[in-house]
């Protein structure tokens, strides 16, 4: 049955993979609003209940082993359903083999290191599914949309030349096949929205009383830059979907499919790493006997 679930899990995602070496068009090359044809919104819930449950195996897997470690990049315009996607996709994992990160303005702290030393510092070990809610790739993003961040980073004279994104993609590609090739996977996940669905999902937060906190006068401002994100989108996805670390676009106009895309992507990496929990040795099993007889002795008195 297992088996049978995880071609299911191949089938939904392999449109959704970046073809590693490919020139993408973001809005040319994936639907914002795609679904599956195979997949209907009524089994939604079902089909998120199988995935999670999956996720929740392979965790306690991972957790056993304590030889790979798993890292999840969620990337997305404002409203592109990044905190709902981490609430329902790890709502079955065990909380304490989990982290999540957002990472938000970098602080003088940070600003004082290289650009990756941040991201660095919050991995996740051995054992543990670490969550980046934005990431490392904002420096290839938002840096590149607004380009006077790169003044905040006080570069050396000549790093900001023509050549600096293309020298960045270069630097991630070869971190994140470091972390590879040390037993960390990493899982890319760009949930994509279309310009329509943000505005409407932004006038819900306007609307309803109880979505008020989520709005903020930036996303706004930030919207103005929707082409250019587009743009920076594209070449991301273009010049960082490798074979060890490959991306995947959710389509994110329906949340229901973009959450069991998710689950899928997430589910389909910890198979490929087939995490086993640990076999006892002859002497650990001996011990456990020994504790087990002690145990049942208990119960004569």
């Known amino acids: 049955m297992a088996d049978l679930r995880i071609k299911e899990i191949a089938q939904l995602i ?4 970046v073809t590693p070496g490919a020139s993408v068009r973001l809005a040319h090359d994936f639907d914002p609003g795609y679904r599956a044809g195979f997949v209907r919104k009524r089994d939604g819930e079902a089909l998120l209940h199988r995935g999670v449950e999956l996720l929740s195996e392979y965790q306690a897997r991972l957790a056993a082993q304590q030889c790979h470690g798993l890292l999840v990049v969620l990337q997305a315009l404002d409203a592109g359903g990044k905190d709902g996607t981490i609430k329902h996709v790890m709502s079955g994992v065990n909380p304490q083999g989990v982290t999540v990160h957002s990472f938000k303005v970098p602080s003088a702290a940070e600003l004082g290191h290289d650009y990756l030393w941040r991201y660095a510092c919050n991995l996740p070990g051995r054992g543990e599914i670490g969550i980046f809610n934005r990431s490392h790739y904002e420096e290839v993003l938002v ?3 607004h380009p006077e961040n790169l003044d905040r980073q006080r570069l050396p004279a000549g790093a900001r030349d ?3 994104w293309r ?4 630097e991630i590609n070869d971190w994140e096949r470091y972390l590879t090739d040390n037993g960390f996977r990493v899982v ?3 949930l994509n929205i279309s310009k329509d669905e943000q505005l409407r999902r932004f006038m819900k937060r306007l609307d309803r009383p109880d979505k008020n906190w ?3 006068a930036a996303d706004i401002k930030e919207r103005q830059y929707w082409d250019d994100y587009q743009s920076a989108f594209s070449q991301m996805l273009s010049h960082t979907s490798t074979s060890w670390a490959p991306w995947y676009v ?5 949340k229901w499919f973009a959450r069991i895309c998710a689950s899928a992507v997430i589910v389909a990496a910890l198979s490929e790493l087939d995490p ?4 006892l040795s002859k002497a650990a099993r001996q011990e456990l006997a020994v504790a087990r007889k002690a145990l049942e002795g208990e119960g004569d008195h």
């Not at 392999?14 to 993979?17: E, G, M, S, T």
């Not at 020298?167 to 270069?170: C, D, I, L, M």
């Not at 959710?250 to 329906?254: K, R």
């Open 250 to 254: 959710i389509p994110a106009d329906h």
């Open 214 to 216: 989520k709005f903020s």
């Open 14 to 17: 392999a449109p959704l993979r």
């Open 188 to 190: 890319k996940m760009l």
């Open 143 to 145: 840096v590149r949309v």
């Open 162 to 164: 023509g050549g600096i």
């Open 167 to 170: 020298r960045r993609f270069h």
């Open 276 to 279: 086993q929990f640990p076999k």
